[in-house]
């Protein structure tokens, strides 16, 4: 106890009234006219004693008047951006959408986001949140788990995605009924920890989602890169595959998983599959393992490979919506600048890069891509 | 041994604060790549971060509930938080860390909209870094700024606040040395917009002629922190969605 009593006499000494009040006022930052009768008033409380004014509390904390200032912040006053428990509107003249819920008869936000107001309906986007999925979407997921005649896929929503044996195409593209035997060895088509690239089926009444990938260009997805991005910043659009003109292939998953590969060497390896599949002694019940030399990509398309990545995360930090454009514009102006590909996500060129995209005229339209989609 | 003061007779307290005065809130938003959300907050030298994941798929199989999500809450101190190191395993499960799991957990039960997301699972993480007192209310406010970073829906903002009343007078925000100073600790923690109270715990009995005073200030607390949060929640995503707008 002695130690406290140390520390009871410091602070004495150097908390005392006379010195405190000086320190209190240097310390508050530049202050404009409105302010300045706050701080007067916030000089007689204190005179006025201490624990009689409840308010001085309020009034003598420094970061009240830096508050103030965001109060103002344009965004929020014109209610284009909210935060939880914020009233959107108290007359109930506005029909409940994602992200509200009824109060009485207010309608509040729930999330913090951009509103949006279709006709009656009020919604909130949240900035980032997890993947929702929709009847159509592109995605790319992780098998998690395999049960009885299903594989269950993390696709960064609440609840695994399930892709039903039914739903895959055989290898060798065979169409027939899926039998036991198919039911057995399911963990020669897809096994734990696989990427598979799938479109969604459909939304079941109790929520969980099934997935299917009964197409040529869907299916499992190997000897490329996978990365992860907020999924609010992938916008839904007509094709999610790009050959980007450097030679790299992208798929840009709605959920926010991304798949980059060398486009040359998915063309070789879909190729090779191919072939072997159409071979007489073909037997699915074998996994396939691909020779090392199709396996092989050279040095220069692994460092195309690591720059498109890090575009992408440089766009995910600076919050900017990524599609082909977008990655292609970083991935340009990163040759420009001379930069490694290592060396991108340094934050002062991160810093550099974005504040270079938001002053150019980029277009970020999503205007009609005229890359056609081959591959896969 | 002589009797600690903790209020001087000019009315200030042992780090030099007034009765009615907060420490300093300093806050961050996503500050963890891998999390869904993510916050570090700084209470004077309290110092705590929290970690969201969810909502997902349920870890252990058959434990979800059909209707809504469940939260769950770990609650650890750092061996270096204190004054005097303690080993790793003590950090971990003892009857002040579960307490203060619990507590975050019910807290946020009610104030998450669980029946958004049915089967599924909310995960909050916190970990002291250093701690000074007010363990409780750091907690709940860190796990409020990391659940909005998260996107999940919720009906409010839960804002915590400890006072107490210390020779007679209300106490605002406890440092580590009031908190032993014997006097009840009431914790407090409301929804500031909608104004409903989530919780009030207290330690031992206040005296009832004080327990409106000390239930107002605690109330003024909470929603000045409220505020101070509310403004940082409005920077950090009018800084996010900037660059988008622009565009």
Redesign the interface.
């Known amino acids: 106890?002695?130690n406290?009593?140390n520390?009871?006499n410091i602070?004495?000494e150097?908390?005392?009234?006379q010195k405190?009040l000086p320190l209190k006022h240097t310390s508050l930052p530049s202050i404009n006219s409105g302010n300045k009768i706050k701080q007067e008033s916030n000089l007689k409380s204190e005179e006025d004693?201490?624990?009689t004014n409840?308010k001085?509390?309020?009034m003598?904390?420094?970061?009240?008047i830096?508050?103030e200032e965001?109060?103002d912040?344009e965004?929020?006053q014109s209610k284009r951006?909210v935060?939880?428990?914020?009233?959107i509107s108290r007359e109930g003249e506005y029909l409940k959408g994602h992200?509200t819920?009824n109060?009485g008869n207010s309608l509040?936000a729930?999330?913090?986001?951009?509103l949006d107001k279709v006709d009656r309906l009020i919604s909130v986007k949240?900035?980032?949140?997890?993947y929702h999925g929709e009847v159509g979407d592109i995605i790319v997921g992780r098998i998690?788990e395999i049960t009885s005649k299903r594989w269950?896929v993390?696709v960064n929503s609440?609840?695994?995605y399930i892709l039903m044996l039914s739903a895959i195409n055989l290898p060798g593209g065979i169409q027939r009924r899926r039998t036991s035997a198919d039911e057995l060895q399911m963990r020669s088509f897809f096994v734990e920890n696989d990427l598979v690239y799938a479109e969604v089926q459909m939304v079941m009444g109790?929520?969980s989602v099934a997935i299917h990938t009964r197409n040529q260009k869907y299916g499992k997805l190997q000897n490329g890169h996978f990365t992860k991005v907020i999924p609010s910043l992938i916008k839904r659009s007509k094709q999610h595959f790009y050959n980007l003109e450097c030679g790299v292939d992208v798929i840009l998953g709605i959920n926010g998983y991304i798949w980059i590969a060398d486009s040359e060497q998915q063309r070789n390896q879909q190729q090779f599959i191919q072939k072997h599949e159409k071979e007489p002694s073909f037997d699915p019940s074998i996994p396939l393992i691909i020779p090392d030399q199709i396996k092989t990509i050279s040095k220069e398309s692994r460092d195309r490979i690591a720059r498109v990545k890090n575009s992408i995360s440089l766009l995910e930090k600076?919050?900017?919506?990524i599609h082909q454009k977008s990655i292609m514009n970083v991935y340009k102006l990163s040759l420009k600048m001379n930069l490694q590909s290592k060396d991108l996500l340094h934050p002062q060129y991160i810093k550099q890069i974005?504040t270079v995209l938001?002053t150019a005229l980029?277009n970020?339209d999503d205007d009609d891509d005229d890359d056609d989609e081959n591959g896969q | 041994m002589s009797k600690l003061s903790y209020i001087s007779p000019e009315g200030l307290r042992i780090d030099g604060r007034r009765a009615n005065e907060l420490r300093r809130i300093n806050v961050e938003m996503g500050v963890f790549n891998r999390a869904d959300g993510s916050a570090y907050y700084e209470q004077g030298n309290t110092k705590i971060i929290a970690a969201v994941y969810g909502p997902r798929e349920i870890s252990v199989s058959g434990k979800g509930v059909f209707d809504r999500a469940i939260v769950k809450c770990e609650f650890s101190t750092s061996s270096f938080s204190t004054t005097e190191r303690k080993p790793q395993q003590k950090t971990k499960g003892d009857r002040v860390t579960t307490e203060i799991a619990n507590l975050v957990k019910q807290a946020f039960e009610s104030t998450i909209q669980t029946h958004l997301y049915p089967r599924s699972q909310i995960n909050i993480y916190l970990q002291v870094l250093q701690s000074d007192g007010g363990l409780k209310a750091a907690a709940i406010n860190a796990s409020t700024l990391a659940l909005i970073d998260a996107g999940i829906s919720m009906k409010d903002f839960v804002c915590a606040c400890s006072t107490s009343c210390i020779d007679g007078i209300a106490v605002l925000d406890l440092n580590n040395i009031e908190e032993r100073s014997g006097g009840p600790d009431c914790l407090l923690s409301i929804q500031p917009q909608l104004g409903g109270v989530i919780s009030l715990n207290m330690d031992s009995k206040v005296p009832q002629d004080l327990f409106e005073s000390v239930l107002e200030l605690g109330e003024k607390g909470c929603k000045k922190i409220f505020l101070i949060l509310s403004d940082y929640v409005k920077r950090y995503s009018s800084n996010l969605i900037s660059n988008q707008i622009k565009n």
Do not use: H, W
């Open positions: 106890m002695d406290n009593n520390l009871n602070s004495i150097i908390f005392s009234p405190r004693g201490d624990d409840n001085d509390m309020v003598l904390n420094v970061d009240e830096k508050g965001y109060d912040n965004l929020f951006l935060i939880p428990g914020q009233t992200g819920f109060n509040v729930s999330v913090c986001g951009t949240a900035l980032k949140s997890r998690t269950k993390d609440r609840l695994d109790d929520g600076g919050f900017l919506l974005l938001s980029y970020n």
